[in-house]
């Protein structure tokens, strides 16, 4: 049985800023957390987001939550409260070819280190969700749903998931064949009928397993020009859901294995 200190353990109901108040108590501010969007998708970037709150302004985002329990109206509206009241925040960008050529775990990381070294504020602690990031140079905690227990977390979470949303609806623009405006990259019946029938696209991940089996069988789609991750981040995007349910044909290709193989992107943030 370890120790309980009195003050320094976040009370089962506190509400989601318990962590953020337990580390200010003990002396450990700003708090920053990180998360990320995209991660299993087979097509577009891997967003991830650092965002540093207040505990004050955290009683004062009573919308914030967990981005996946979030309507795409109220991530809207969550995504702009928190930009507007965070102490500071940093978005880093990973595309697709930068994926398959290092790895998605090595790219998850890496943009977490990157998201937290573009903050302006140095943080006293870090919250991370679900597993750790080391080389920080500050302490933090890995928390398992953290996007669904710490405000900090779940306020990256809004911002991974609204700017890469954003960014799939361009993607649409400019490949439509494939609904990325609809199921944002995830592998749904949809998408998987699209690689079928058309072949992947530049957005797509081509280390990801079912991406690469359609990609030796159709001709691939004309790509026009390679996609550039910076171009995806709207300079008006950036003043300042859930993941689709695989289902059917879409069940079968997670169950088979979507193995991922990510570089470094470039950042913007604000």
């Known amino acids: 049985m370890y120790p309980r200190y009195p003050g320094h353990t976040p009370r089962r109901d ?3 800023g318990a962590y953020e108040t337990v580390l200010a108590r003990a002396g450990f501010t700003p708090v920053a957390g990180i998360d990320e969007a995209g991660r299993g998708a087979c097509a ?3 967003v991830v987001a650092a965002v540093v709150l207040d505990p004050a302004a955290i009683r004062r985002m009573p919308g914030l939550a967990d981005s996946k329990l979030l309507t795409p109206q109220a991530r809207e509206e969550a995504y702009a409260e928190v930009l507007r009241r965070a102490i500071d925040w940093h978005v880093v960008v990973i595309g697709a070819d930068q994926i398959d050529a290092t ?3 090595v790219c998850n990381v890496s943009g977490m280190r990157r998201a937290f070294a ?3 504020t140095v943080p006293g602690y870090v919250l991370t969700d679900g597993f750790p990031v080391h080389g920080l140079g500050v302490p933090g905690l890995a928390v398992w749903k953290g996007d669904r227990v710490t405000a900090s977390v779940a306020a990256a979470s809004v911002v991974a998931k609204v700017s890469r949303d954003r960014m799939m609806r361009d993607l649409h623009e400019r490949y439509p064949l494939y609904g990325f405006d609809r199921h944002k990259g995830y592998v749904t019946d949809e998408h998987v009928l699209a ?3 058309y072949g992947p696209s530049p957005a797509h991940r081509y280390s990801f397993v ?5 990609a030796g ?3 691939r789609m004309d790509p026009m020009e390679p996609v550039d991750a910076v171009e995806l ?3 008006a995007e950036f003043p300042g859901t859930a993941d689709p349910v695989a289902a059917g044909p879409a069940e079968a290709l997670v169950a088979s294995g979507i193995s991922p193989a990510g570089a470094l992107g470039k950042t913007r943030g604000e």
């Open 14 to 16: 506190g509400g989601l």
């Open 44 to 46: 577009g970037p891997l």
């Open 103 to 105: 790895g998605l775990h």
């Open 118 to 120: 573009g903050l302006r």
């Open 195 to 197: 690689l079928a029938e």
């Open 210 to 214: 079912n991406v690469n089996r359609v």
């Open 217 to 219: 069988q159709v001709n």
């Open 233 to 235: 981040m709207s300079p």
